[in-house]
């Protein structure tokens, strides 16, 4: 049994910064691909970066500069700065292992400005 247990979200003001992880448990378990989706209301879930295994990682244009993705194993992290009101959303962490994928429960990550 995977699971994925998220933390990190939160309220912060525009301009701040937050740090989201997301840990995957279950014996011996190693996710390939490790990534962060994001969900505003009245909105589709949009992709906002992934990391590979080996490290590669890819970032949606509206994130570059400003998010950075990395993991340690099981575990994958995002730290966002320089928050903008247009962030605020459900993030989600999804993970992939072979053909299997995963997501977590989403946390709720909101910027006012």
């Known amino acids: 049994q995977v699971q994925l247990v998220e933390s990190g979200g939160g309220s912060v003001q525009a301009g701040g910064s937050l740090r989201l992880s997301c840990a995957a448990s279950g014996r011996g378990f190693l996710p390939n691909t490790m990534a962060w989706y994001r969900q505003a209301p009245a909105k589709q879930r949009e992709l906002v970066a992934t990391v590979t295994r080996g490290g590669s990682t890819v970032y949606a244009d509206s994130v570059k500069g400003r998010f950075t993705i990395t ?24 993970v992939t292992r072979g053909r299997d994928e995963y997501w977590g429960q989403g946390t709720q990550v909101t910027v006012s400005s």
Request: proline content about 0%; glycine content about 0%.
């Open 71 to 94: 993991r340690d194993s099981a575990t994958v992290y995002l730290q966002m700065n320089s928050l903008k009101s247009e962030d605020t959303a459900v993030y989600y962490c999804y």
